[in-house]
Nanobody, 123 residues
């Protein structure tokens, strides 16, 4: 069964850091572009960071540039999102997914989302 399982969320103070993990199951991670999205109730789901399978194309939302870093460990079939200097604008449920791009935006290739991992930031 193809799925991605997110973990690593939690409660952190503003200015703190978290490292999210996304374990791929049922497929080989380095065959796909992978992205992190986040969702806040009553707002559209937002692409936070995406990474092409060859590593040549990496996207960061303007709101996270310089603070978040996406990386892969293909041996562990896992993608990470290192989040530093977290702010009160970052709380959300974070999801990972296989992604595609039309050159100007990234989108999920799945028609469903996993359980995600909750990030909460206290001020």
């Amino acid at each position: 069964q193809v799925q991605l399982v997110e973990s690593g969320g939690g409660l952190v103070q503003a200015g703190g850091s978290l490292r999210l993990s996304c374990a791929a199951q049922g497929f080989t991670l380095d065959d796909y572009d992978i992205g992190w999205f986040r969702h806040v109730p009553n707002k559209p789901r937002e692409a936070v960071s995406c990474n092409s399978k060859n590593g040549e194309n990496t996207y960061y939302a303007d709101s996270v540039k310089g603070r978040f870093t996406i990386s892969r460990d293909n041996a562990k079939n896992t993608v990470f999102l290192q989040m530093n200097n977290l702010t009160p604008e970052d709380p959300a449920v974070y999801y990972c997914t296989q992604v595609g791009t039309d050159g100007s935006s990234w989108y999920s290739l799945f028609d469903y989302w996993g359980q995600g991992t909750q990030v909460t930031v206290s001020s």
